[in-house]
Each structure stands twice: as C-alpha cells, then as structure tokens.
C-alpha cells in the first residue's frame, strides 16, 4: 500500500515538476553541455597537454597565455550553455504551470 502511495506522489511530481536531470554526474554528461563547449573544453585540455610537454622557459610562457586564454573561453561557453538551459527549462515549466491552471 505504501509503495503504491509513493510511486503515485512520484508520478505526480514528474508530472508536475518534469525531470531535470538524470544519470551520472560526471560533468560530461552535464544536461546543460553541448558540442559547442564540448569543442571549447577540447582545446583547452589540448593547449594544457602542449603546455605539459614544452621544455623552454620562453615555450611555456607562450602555452601558458594559450592555456589561459582557452580556459576562459571554455569557461565563458559553459556558462552561456548553462545560463541558456536553464533559461529555457524555467520557461518551459512556466508555460506547463500556466496550461495546467488554465485546464483546471
């Protein structure tokens, strides 16, 4: 009986919330990510691995300007991603609110 009450206040509750997020949690499988910076993260993780690998003092000041340089991209293009996503998920929930009380 109790099992039956609980799936139905879940049920209810996607219903009317709608599921956000699901799966792992690794940062790749973000529900906010797309190719974009996906690309983005890419080269960042590329100009560190070339930053890693220089052996001159003059190389690594040059890599370690390209590293900064792609972290702040990579970092802008998420939050444009996640701002982006979340704006249209609250939308998307305020438009079910209104049909919902509309329908009531």
Same mark, same amino acid.
């Given at each position: 009986?109790w099992?039956?009450?609980?799936?139905c206040?879940?049920?209810?509750?996607?219903?009317v919330?709608g599921i956000l997020r699901?799966?792992?949690s690794?940062?790749?499988?973000?529900w906010?990510?797309n190719?974009?910076?996906k690309?983005?993260?890419?080269d960042?993780?590329?100009?560190? %691995?070339?930053?890693i690998?220089?052996?001159?003092?003059?190389?690594?000041?040059?890599?370690?300007?390209?590293?900064?340089?792609?972290k702040?991209? %990579?970092?802008?293009?998420?939050?444009l991603?996640?701002?982006?996503r979340?704006?249209?998920?609250?939308?998307?929930?305020?438009?079910?609110?209104?049909?919902r009380t509309?329908?009531?």
């Open positions: 009986m099992e039956a009450i609980a799936e206040i879940r049920e209810s509750a996607t219903e919330l699901g799966g792992s690794r940062l790749e499988g973000a906010w990510w190719d974009e910076v690309r983005k993260v890419k960042k993780q590329n100009a560190y %691995a070339t930053l690998e220089c052996k001159t003092e003059e190389e690594k000041e040059v890599y370690k300007i390209k590293y900064k340089d792609a702040k991209v %990579a970092k802008k293009a998420a939050a991603a996640k701002n982006k979340l704006r249209d998920f609250s939308r998307n929930w305020r438009l079910k609110k209104v049909k509309s329908s009531s």
